[in-house]
């Protein structure tokens, strides 16, 4: 069975419901193995200056890079000598300097002083939520860790072996290999969304933390997250079917959207990115049924998701669309696309 990768491209400023369909152009590369080009079931994109592809992929544990046409250009993968290893990679973002940040677990060694006396005889070591940082040309950079030690130190240790067989103990969340959505700003901040935490952080281009808001109660689920050019946090905040701007401080500006099919409603939004002409595309988890004639004296089988009619089988059939809307920085509805 064969496995491609297939991109819609849309231009930024085409909103026009019929001008976007002209306008969507598909891109499909690569296959299913873990050959140079080629990929796991699960994928996670992002693009690039010059709108280079970079495709992180779980699987084959590497990051691979694409020119716009799907041409391959290079990998990044764990190295020999032990510098960095991938346990479950996922999204992935790319800084305007064209530096790169994936999401991931590791195992961290917990500081000697901060060690329960009990457990000072063997090395403790906590498994925490990651972000892996890399420079443009893929050298490793180290990685931002997401837990704090104080949040685990509560938890029991579990006996392991370390990678030279000698025995360590663990201290271990329940999700610490929950996913993270990620965004960089202008100046190369970070910003990770938790879903899980319904928190977002903000790191410096270093690696430190200097932001963090949300919270129970006021984000619910929260997946993808980014920023406008004058700093401003967008965040899709899927349990409130909204979405949620914030200042560079992380004060709350304002909220937009409630659930619903209609125009600024959203069911469960899991994508928001602010486009070149200064707008905002919202992609939630809405579904419509439309249906389509065939002139065909045979249609096939539709890759659409297409189901036929009752009437007229052979000519009639319904295709499920999914939802995209163009929203204004301010909150108004500008358009929305049907694909």
Same mark, same amino acid.
């Given at each position: ?11 930024? #400023? ?10 969507? *152009? ?83 060694? &917990? ?16 498994? +925490? ?11 490793? #950079? ?6 704090? +030690?104080?949040? #685990? ?20 969340? *329940?999700?610490?290999? $929950?996913?993270? *959505? &990620? +965004? ?56 409130? *079917? ?10 709350? &500006? ?20 602010? +486009? ?19 002139? &065909?004296?045979? $249609? ?40």
């Amino acid at each position: 069975m064969s496995f491609k990768i297939r991109l819609l491209l849309i231009s930024p #400023l085409m909103f026009d419901l019929l001008i976007a369909f002209s306008t969507v *152009h598909p891109l499909e590369f690569g296959g299913k193995g873990s050959g140079p080009g080629q990929f796991g079931s699960t994928i996670y994109v992002a693009f690039g200056r010059a709108d280079t592809i970079y495709v992180s992929d779980p699987a084959n544990s590497r990051i691979q890079i694409f020119t716009p046409q799907g041409r391959f250009l290079r990998s990044i993968c764990p190295s020999r000598n032990g510098e960095f290893q991938f346990n479950r990679i996922g999204e992935l973002a790319v800084g305007h300097d064209g530096s790169i940040w994936v999401a991931d677990w590791k195992t961290e060694p &917990l500081p000697g002083e901060e060690a329960p006396s009990s457990a000072r005889q063997a090395p403790i070591h906590f498994l +925490t939520p990651c972000v892996h940082h890399f420079n443009p040309t893929g050298g490793y #950079l180290g990685a931002v860790i997401i837990d704090s +030690t104080a949040s #685990l130190m509560e938890r029991n240790l579990i006996p392991a072996l370390d990678k030279e067989g000698k025995v360590v103990f663990l201290i271990r969340s *329940h999700d610490f290999d $929950r996913p993270l *959505h &990620l +965004t960089t700003g202008r100046d190369g901040s970070l910003y990770v969304s938790d879903q899980n935490r319904n928190t977002v952080y903000c790191y410096t281009p270093s690696g430190k933390l200097k932001l963090r808001f949300g919270g129970f109660g006021q984000l619910d689920h929260p997946q993808a997250v980014d920023c406008d050019w004058q700093g401003n946090i967008y965040v899709a905040d899927s349990g409130n *079917h909204r979405i949620v701007k914030f200042a560079p401080s992380g004060k709350l &500006l304002f909220s937009v959207g409630r659930k619903g099919l209609g125009d600024l409603q959203f069911i469960s939004p899991y994508l928001v990115r602010v +486009t070149r002409d200064a707008g905002l595309l919202v992609a939630d988890r809405s579904r419509f049924k439309k249906g389509f004639k065939s002139y &065909l004296p045979e $249609r096939g089988e539709s890759s659409a998701e297409a189901n036929s009619l009752k009437e007229d089988k052979g000519r009639e059939y319904l295709v499920w669309l999914r939802r995209i809307q163009s929203v204004g920085l301010n909150g108004g509805f500008v358009r929305k696309i049907l694909l």
